[in-house]
């Protein structure tokens, strides 16, 4: 029975010291991880200002985006006034001309810079929200929770996309609020697929397994140990999503579903030059809306790569 005893307390020694010394192993581990993620950022960003293009759309992406928070201001006409002469070619003030009702076609299109970004930013966000959320939970705990997500995810991206969009945007009603929540909201499997795949080999290395070991609790363990592990990735993605948004809210504004006339946005500026007469004869009605799309998306894209090669690059180093 003596024998017996001092087995057990042997035994509750043992997993005494083998979790104090997990405890110093995540402890370091922490610190670790705070001073590798500095230098981590810092390496990434070296490696992306050495790609000009990427910093040159940055550039271009950084002046789009303050175009649009001090759209007001910079606008030279209000909004919505019919302020010169219908249909006139660029003159005097109006430097790109005016449109079928005397609207300034330049005051439009910043006002529209103003709607791509609210779009871009506000559905991103909301998926990014819901993908990580779901990739996380799925991820780490695995079992029915994992298969139930993957089977909700599948079936989400099964459907064709533009279509599920354009179909809820056409039932919900149309304007910037309902284009930016319906694209948010059908937009996180893929994120949540490629979150799940990093969790499933994170959640295996050891200062997740000392964390689980010293007691944290699951929430705490997915926010402080494994999410900062996947922001990478999900940086990427998100920079890509705003592109894809961008060009889907002018897809649906073109088609007459996106946002509300009124109020300007790249799509609906090129919707209103449809007739023959203005394609040929009145290039400023929907040239400069074209080329801001294109800009704006293939900056979008660009900066997408030069992050994607940076963080490739010092993980393969």
Request: aromatic letters at 8%; a neutral charge; hydrophobic letters at 50%.
């Amino acid at each position: 029975m003596v024998q017996h005893v001092g087995d057990k307390q042997a035994e509750a020694l043992f997993h005494l010291v083998d979790a104090v010394e997990r405890a110093t192993v995540l402890g370091n581990t922490t610190e670790q991880l705070a001073n590798d993620g500095d230098s981590y950022v810092k390496t990434v960003a070296k490696r992306f200002m050495k790609n000009k293009l990427a910093v040159i759309s940055l550039v271009v992406f950084v002046l789009l985006l303050l175009t649009a928070v001090f759209a007001d201001s910079l606008s030279p006409h209000p909004r919505d006034a019919s302020v010169g002469m219908f249909q006139a070619a660029p003159y005097d003030n109006f430097l790109l001309g005016t449109d079928d009702i005397g609207r300034d076609v330049l005051t439009r299109l910043i006002h529209g810079t103003q709607v791509s970004m609210i779009v871009g930013f506000g559905s991103v966000l909301i998926y990014v929200i819901i993908g990580t959320t779901l990739g996380l939970v799925s991820g780490y705990f695995g079992g029915i929770v994992d298969s139930l997500i993957m089977r909700l995810t599948e079936a989400s991206m099964s459907f064709p996309f533009f279509m599920v969009i354009l179909t809820l945007v056409s039932l919900l009603g149309s304007g910037i609020w309902v284009v930016t929540a319906v694209l948010g909201i059908l937009s996180w499997p893929p994120l949540c697929r490629l979150v799940r795949g990093q969790v499933l080999t994170i959640k295996e290395q050891d200062f997740v397994l000392a964390a689980v070991a010293t007691g944290y609790s699951t929430p705490a363990i997915l926010v402080k140990h494994i999410l900062p592990n996947v922001l990478s990735p999900i940086l990427v993605n998100a920079t890509f999503g705003i592109a894809t948004a961008i060009l889907t809210e002018a897809s649906l504004s073109f088609l007459g579903v996106g946002v509300k006339k009124p109020r300007p946005s790249w799509g609906n500026i090129l919707s209103e030059a449809q007739s023959l007469r203005v394609l040929t004869s009145e290039p400023w009605r929907w040239v400069p809306a074209g080329i801001l799309i294109f800009i704006a998306v293939l900056a979008i894209n660009f900066i997408g790569e030069g992050l994607r090669e940076a963080i490739e690059g010092e993980r393969k180093s």
